[in-house]
């Protein structure tokens, strides 16, 4: 039975570029995890294994990693920075304990780690700082702790000082132990020499030091008393107070070094080990509703004595198959075990069971509670189901995925490519929760949706590279739909006389505009036998069936109510199908005359921005026809709501952060349909109505 107090599950996040992925290598490689340390720039770091990532230099997917230190275990998972990928942030901090936020010695605190820091911030995930970078020009450690302060709105709690800057990087102070860490020049992490603070140093330390005992002690009042009293506290009475500070996100213990110089990953760990918590000392996960939910109260418990509940928080699919990534809250899983999904109320059996060292792997018989394992070959299982014992069946909180904001068209270059596109997509949708696909029932076309023009180039890419499946592309598309404005009474009759038979059927209707989002409604008040009640049905199905294509440009007609008053009929010639066809030409006679109009698509858009851009942004969204509904502001900028036409919304995430020099984000989703202003209708009649005339 393992120790749990010497688990720590970490997550490592920042902006793009803050040295995530070469600070994970640092680990593994100082924990002796791998003997060679690959360089992101050389495209061959142990994280980054697509070839998206290796060519492109950022982290896509993010990627689990076990390791030890100092008798813990480390999982550790390295977490894309682009804004495009924060959904891979968002599913890794749900199901971490601790993380370690890397920011840029010379880029400071940029906009995505204030994304990240938010998401983390909302998932109460206890976290150090690890100010990186500090070999680069223009790297200043103090400016970095300011930034911190200032736009995160973070108590960082300085651990150790820089010794030299820039070039001159040599080694840091440890402000608890007031002893000099110096690497000598052979660039290998373990080449350190422990020594007294440098003499210019000493002043700036013993005031640091201060502050941090200051700032530990209030986390216990006993101390702080007898510190109040001139009793200094001990070593160790002090750490017990940063970790308990850390856990209850009091403050941020805050380092500073240079992962790839090897200069301080070893007090960062030492860190990992002394203060984030481990998996019994986080709040255990809610237990929800399976139907609503809702929070039932209950909880679960980290023990391994529990019944199971897990979490698959990610479906990766390599040259192995599909793995399952999954954490273990309560209970063991073992090998050929059954569980249960309670999403799908379906059992698995366990196959293989596997611990990741990125894309190494070693296999596991058995796993427990605190665990971050992979499963291979799991089949119904998808991102946020739990998992758990079929005795004691439980969900726990589910994952919340924001909504695609951009779609566009694809259709595979050769015929044969369709099914192969099929398979491809639905195993990318399975791995992608952010990800969605349709088929759009007007053209046939497939309709890929993202979170991004990003998020979408890269999708398009893998299906490319790793399916061998080439598309062609085309643009963003909008759906426009058509109603009428008006009540009109109209009577329309069909006749046919060509020998035998006839057909005959003649109508009296009123044509009103419906209530919005009524969709289509009949009523017939006919009276006195005009219109016998058996061909009531055929008149309501022959005006139905033309809802689905309007006058003005085809697109489908919503909110309009028929009423049938009158009529005549002949006791020889009239029948269903009559009736039906005198249905369909009164609607092609009657909507142009009832003010037929174009309606287009409104989306509820919320914007953050920091405050320096808010004026900037209403502005543009005014010019994109936006109405701004609301305003409020927060520690790190300003939300603004409004509603905004969705065909003005193209290239927007773009234009954002060119106003807002890229720390601008937004997030839509579809609101009601609104009519189009004539300008916007007349020119969307027009290039419809080209586009049937190419056909």
Aim: one cysteine or more; proline letters at 4%.
């Amino acid at each position: 039975m393992a120790d749990l107090s010497k688990y720590r599950n970490i997550g490592i996040f920042a902006h793009v570029d803050a040295g995530k992925t070469t600070t994970t290598e640092r680990i593994l490689k100082l924990t002796g995890k791998i003997h060679k340390t690959g360089e992101v720039h050389d495209g061959e770091s142990t994280t980054d294994f697509m070839e998206q990532e290796a060519e492109r230099g950022i982290t896509i997917q993010s990627a689990a990693v076990t390791c030890e230190w100092k008798g813990h275990r480390l999982n550790v998972i390295d977490t894309p920075g682009h804004v495009d990928f924060t959904v891979e942030v968002y599913r890794s901090l749900k199901v971490l304990d601790g993380g370690i936020g890397v920011f840029c010695g010379s880029g400071g605190v940029e906009p995505q780690s204030e994304t990240n820091w938010r998401y983390a911030n909302e998932s109460e995930v206890a976290r150090c700082i690890f100010v990186n970078k500090l070999d680069r020009m223009g790297a200043d450690f103090y400016r970095v702790v300011g930034q911190v302060e200032k736009v995160l709105g973070a108590n960082p709690l300085v651990m150790t000082l820089p010794i030299g800057i820039e070039d001159q990087f040599t080694g840091v102070v440890d402000v608890l132990t007031k002893k000099a860490y110096i690497w000598d020049e052979t660039g290998l992490p373990e080449n350190y020499e422990i020594t007294d603070v440098p003499a210019d140093m000493v002043d700036k330390v013993d005031e640091y030091h201060e502050m941090l005992v200051e700032s530990a002690v209030e986390q216990d009042d006993d101390l702080m008393e007898a510190y109040m009293e001139g009793e200094e506290p001990s070593l160790e009475q002090i750490k017990t107070c940063i970790r308990k500070g850390t856990r209850d996100l009091a403050f941020f213990p805050t380092f500073c070094g240079s992962a790839f110089k090897n200069k301080g990953m070893q007090l960062v760990l030492d860190a990992v080990v002394d203060y984030l918590p481990s998996p019994t000392e986080v709040d255990p996960q809610p237990l929800t509703d399976k139907d609503t939910g809702e929070p039932t109260g209950e909880v679960a418990t980290v023990s391994a004595d529990e019944p199971l509940k897990a979490l698959a928080f990610k479906i990766m699919d390599d040259r192995f198959g599909a793995l399952t990534f999954i954490r273990i809250y309560s209970g063991r899983m073992k090998k050929g075990d059954t569980i249960l999904n309670s999403a799908t109320g379906k059992t698995e059996r366990i196959g293989r069971m596997v611990e990741m060292q990125a894309d190494e792997r070693n296999e596991l018989t058995e796993a427990q509670a605190g665990d971050i394992i992979a499963v291979v070959g799991m089949k119904n299982v998808q991102t946020g189901h739990t998992l758990c014992d079929p005795k004691h069946e439980c969900t726990l909180e589910a994952m919340i995925f924001p909504d695609p904001v951009i779609s566009i068209a694809v259709a595979p270059k050769d015929k044969g490519g369709n099914e192969k596109m099929g398979i491809a997509i639905g195993k990318m949708v399975a791995e992608d929760p952010s990800f969605q696909v349709e088929t759009d029932e007007d053209s046939g076309e497939t309709i890929l949706k993202g979170m991004g023009e990003l998020h979408l180039d890269i999708k398009v890419d893998i299906l490319k590279r790793t399916y061998g499946v080439e598309l062609v592309v085309g643009q963003p598309q909008v759906a426009y739909r058509e109603t009428i404005t008006t009540e009109i009474e109209d009577s329309y009759t069909h006749k046919k006389q060509s020998g035998g038979s006839g057909q005959f059927g003649k109508i009296d209707y009123r044509i009103k505009p419906g209530e919005v989002g009524s969709g289509f409604k009949f009523s017939s008040s006919v009276v006195g036998g005009n219109v016998p009640k058996e061909f009531w049905p055929a008149v309501e199905k022959g005006f139905a069936s033309m809802m689905e294509e309007g006058v003005l440009a085809g697109f489908p007609v919503l909110d309009v109510e028929v009423e049938l008053f009158d009529g005549g009929f002949h006791a020889v010639d009239s029948s269903a199908i009559a009736f039906e066809i005198a249905a369909k030409g009164a609607f092609r006679q009657s909507i142009p005359k009832a003010g037929a109009q174009l309606l287009e698509p409104i989306m509820k858009v919320d914007v953050f921005t920091p405050d320096d851009n808010v004026g900037d942004v209403i502005g543009d969204l005014n010019r994109r026809r936006g109405m701004i509904k609301d305003q409020e502001a927060g520690a790190m900028g300003v939300r603004i709501k409004g509603e905004v036409p969705l065909s003005e919304m193209f290239g927007y995430i773009g234009h954002l952060r060119t106003i807002t020099s890229g720390r601008g984000q937004f997030s839509m989703e579809f609101a009601h349909y609104a009519p189009c202003p004539q300008n916007v209708a007349d020119t969307v009649i027009a290039a419809e109505k080209e586009k049937k005339a190419a056909k």
